[in-house]
């Protein structure tokens, strides 16, 4: 294989470096420093009947911060093999479209070249139809289900958390409203 541009193997390994060092920080640094940021916000106020409450429903300790990073982590490196894995089908797919244009063609046309003008305009008439139905449509559907998945699965993972927050979206209105009022 020829490389696109000068020096891609080691910028290729130099980025795989990168993303499989960021699984040991986001394992064990992001929780160290969660942890300390915790430990620092700890402000005790007291409600009505005089208890003492720290704001917080759950405990911010280490194990727990760990235990969810844990989580995340696993989650982060499944979307990233999971993202890889759909533009590498993406490739093969067009890489198996063009390996049916080429027996299309040459099944299609190139055999009927030889014969005369009637068995030549049949046989384009064969390869443009199959061309049209099996890989235009073929394609369409691809691209279809890809921004599909890509508008559901992806750009999703990016901003939404079930964490039974409801979801208001943005409105330049509103906006407007509570910096008027």
């Known amino acids: 294989d020829e490389p696109m541009y000068a020096n891609q193997n080691s910028v290729q390994i130099v980025l795989l470096i990168i993303a499989l060092a960021s699984v040991p ?11 300390k940021k915790h430990a620092n916000q700890t ?11 720290d704001g917080h429903d759950e405990d911010h300790g280490f194990g727990e911060i760990l235990i969810h990073q844990a989580i995340e982590t696993i989650e982060f490196v499944l979307g990233m093999v999971s993202n890889t894995a759909s533009y590498l089908r993406l490739w093969a797919l067009s890489l198996a479209h063009s390996e049916l ?20 305009y049949l046989g384009f008439g064969i390869f443009a139809g199959v061309t049209f139905g099996v890989l235009l449509m ?16 992806e750009f999703q993972n990016k901003f939404f958390k079930a964490d039974g927050t409801r979801f208001s979206p943005y409105s330049f209105k509103q906006a407007i409203k509570d910096t008027q009022g």
């Open 101 to 120: 244009a080429t027996v299309f063609w040459e099944k299609a046309m190139l055999s009927t070249l030889n014969m005369n003008w009637f068995a030549a």
């Open 25 to 35: 920080v986001l394992l064990f640094a992001k929780p160290y420093f969660l942890s």
């Open 138 to 153: 073929m394609d369409v559907l691809e691209c279809f289900l890809h921004a599909l998945r890509l508008h559901w699965v």
């Open 43 to 53: 402000v005790h106020h007291h409600d009505d009947d005089g208890h003492d409450d």
